[in-house]
Structures are given as structure tokens and as C-alpha cells.
């Protein structure tokens, strides 16, 4: 039994030596080709979708503050109600102004009685008409005082301008206020602003695309708690000049707000869905990275593969809409894109385009 090892060794050597037991060697030139997975790009309707931090404010916001010196006498209202235009929110007893009103009003009944007893004598003509005209002109300025006085004791009553919510309240009643503090603020919370930033180039496509696609356009906004409001907005305003620091344009957002939801103050996300369509994409794993440019691989009429650099115009879940670089009539590598290299005849099996974007969570290995 110890003698079968010693054969098959000897078996060996006389195998080595003869001319046809040499072990194979690669032919000169041989390439091994690959069986990678190919597709075409895809043309059909995508909705892009952009988010931008937002801050929400009321179409109307003010500060409610005393026009005149005085007491706080009555607060008609609470924090956190809903009023009318011109009602009632303050009421301020003046210190002074009631007291110049009278005094003005006298002097209004004095220059009155002067100017009747002038325009008497006027008439048998026992003065001149001059005299007559500054007697006039005494009682018009004295008319003008108390007008004035008035005014001025109006100033002490504060109603609402328009239609609106109560802030906090600043001032208690009996505090002695002077001219110009702020009682409260009023906010008209019917239809809310969304201030928000766009960089320079999304705003020039925005602009490009403004009288294609305008119906195409859909705003919304997403809350604190992730919720969406379930109101879309329209694009209310874009300012005249960029931040030259940022290089944003600031865009408003017009949501209704019937329900009074939407406070201001608040902040939110406003998402821009914009229809695309008949574009170009292709799956994001047929893609990769050379110093910040993205290129995919393309199998030309002789099935050989070719480096080409592609323009991304938007990314989603993973495919990207391709702005340009690609064609629905070209064949790209979509599996094996790590093993074929730049003018290398390869084997392929085609993909149908639907199929290869139907998987989109599925990655090359």
C-alpha cells in the first residue's frame, strides 16, 4: 500500500517532461469578456419636488400703540380674540386733552359772539369790512384749535383697524402710558405669507420655465409636526434684488388660512412640485463620480462601451432626470458598471427601460 504514493509521483515527473503534458498558457491577446446587464434611458412625465425652509407670516402684523399720554381705563378685550374693524380696544382718560378741548371750545363761543356783534355794526357800517375779516379770521383759527383739541382727544380711544387676532396684551389696565408705547399687536391671519430663499440658478430656472409650465406648479406646506396643511399655496411675490451675500432671491408663498391654523411667527417647509415632461432618466446606480462630474457607460453600434458625461437636472428616490448627455435611443450600462472599462467590446443582456427604473431601490453591487 505504501507503494501507490510513490507511483502517482513518478506518473507525475514523466508527465512534466513529455512536450504534451505542459500545463496551458493564455493565448497572446486574449481578452475575457463580461455579460453585463444594459438599458436605455427612459422618457416620461416626473414630478420634481423642492423643499425650502420657510418662515410664516400674518398678511397684516402691528403693533397696537397709544397715540396719547394718559391712564388706562378700559381694555375691552382679551389676549387671543378674534375682532372686527373698529371695535374697541383701548381707552386711554388723557391728562390734559379734555381740558384743552374745553378751553378750546370757549374760545371758539368768545371769537363767535365777537365775530356776530363785528358783522352787526358791519352792516350800519359803524366798523369796516376790514375789521369785519379779522374778527373772521380769528374765529376760523379758534375753529381750528378746537378741531385740533379734538382730534387730539380722539387719539385716546384705539380701535382696530381691520379685521384681526390679539397678541398679548402689554399694558394692564390703570397703568399710565405715554405716547407711543405699545398696547399690543394685531394680526390678520386670513391668508398667510411664506418667506423663503431660492439660490440664483433655481430662480432663473424658475423664471425659464414660468410661462411653460405654469399649471404645472403645485405649493405646499409641510409643519413643525411634519404634517402637511391641507391648503396650497400660489407664489405671491418675488423680491427685486438678491443678497449679494448669499446669493439668494427671497420668494413669498400665499397660503388661505380659513381655519386659522397658521399663526404668525411659525415656521414650515414649502415644497415646489413642478411637472417635467417626457424626461430623460435613467437609474442612479448606472451613474458614477469623476471629480465632481457624473458620467454612465455607453455601448456604441459595435458593442463597445464609451465614457460619457452626463448633466444631472434633478435627483429623486434614485433615479436622476438627466438635462442633457443622454438620449432615449442610447444603451447604457446599468449592472457591472465597476467591471468594464473604456473602449472594452463587452456581452451584454438588455433591460427594458420601465423594468430597470420599476426596481429603483435595488443597487449594483
Not at 425650502?52 to 397696537?64: F, T
Request: aromatic fraction near 6%; proline fraction near 4%.
Amino acid at each position: 500500500m505504501k507503494t501507490l504514493p510513490i507511483l502517482l509521483a513518478v506518473a507525475l515527473l514523466v508527465c512534466l517532461a513529455l512536450p504534451g503534458c505542459q500545463p496551458l498558457e493564455a493565448e497572446p491577446g486574449h481578452q475575457e469578456h463580461h455579460t453585463i446587464v444594459v438599458t436605455s434611458p427612459q422618457a416620461r412625465d416626473v414630478v420634481i419636488t423642492q423643499q425650502y425652509v420657510g418662515q410664516i407670516r400674518s398678511q397684516q402684523h402691528i403693533n397696537v400703540r397709544a397715540l396719547e399720554n394718559g391712564y388706562l381705563m378700559e381694555i375691552p378685550v382679551k389676549e387671543g380674540q378674534a375682532v372686527k374693524k373698529g371695535d374697541l380696544l383701548f381707552k386711554v382718560v388723557p391728562t390734559l386733552y379734555q381740558a384743552r378741548l374745553d378751553a378750546e371750545l370757549a374760545e371758539v363761543q368768545l371769537a363767535q359772539q365777537e365775530f356776530s356783534n363785528t358783522e352787526r355794526l358791519a352792516k350800519d357800517s359803524v366798523v369796516s369790512q376790514r375789521e369785519l375779516a379779522l374778527y373772521q379770521a380769528k374765529l376760523s383759527k379758534a375753529q381750528a384749535k378746537a378741531k385740533l383739541a379734538q382730534a387730539e382727544l380722539n387719539f385716546a380711544t384705539v380701535k382696530a383697524p381691520f379685521d384681526g387676532i390679539i397678541d398679548r396684551l402689554h399694558e394692564q389696565q390703570g397703568s399710565l402710558i405715554k405716547e407711543g408705547d405699545t398696547l399690543t399687536t394685531l394680526s390678520d391671519n386670513k391668508v398667510m405669507w411664506v418667506y423663503f430663499n431660492l439660490p440664483e440658478g433655481r430662480y432663473l430656472d424658475y423664471m425659464a420655465a414660468l410661462g411653460q409650465d405654469k399649471d404645472t406648479r403645485q405649493i405646499d406646506l409641510v409643519l413643525a409636526n411634519g404634517a402637511k396643511f391641507p391648503h396650497a399655496g400660489t407664489i405671491g411675490a418675488v423680491e427685486a434684488k438678491f443678497n449679494n451675500e448669499t446669493g439668494n432671491i427671497p420668494f413669498r408663498a400665499d397660503f388661505p388660512n380659513p381655519k386659522g391654523l397658521l399663526r404668525h411667527g411659525q415656521t414650515g417647509n414649502v415644497l415646489i412640485h413642478r411637472t417635467l415632461k417626457d424626461a430623460v432618466v435613467i437609474p442612479q446606480r448606472a451613474t458614477f463620480e469623476v471629480l465632481d462630474k457624473r458620467y454612465v457607460y455607453v455601448v456604441d453600434p459595435g458593442e463597445v462601451v464609451r465614457q460619457r458625461e452626463v448633466a444631472v437636472l434633478h435627483e429623486m428616490d434614485d433615479i436622476f432626470v438627466v438635462k442633457s448627455g443622454l438620449g432615449v435611443g442610447d444603451k447604457i450600462v446599468l449592472d457591472g458598471v465597476r467591471q468594464v472599462r473604456e473602449g472594452e467590446k463587452v456581452e451584454y443582456e438588455f433591460r427594458p427601460a420601465a423594468e430597470a427604473t420599476s426596481n429603483q431601490k435595488k443597487h449594483a453591487e
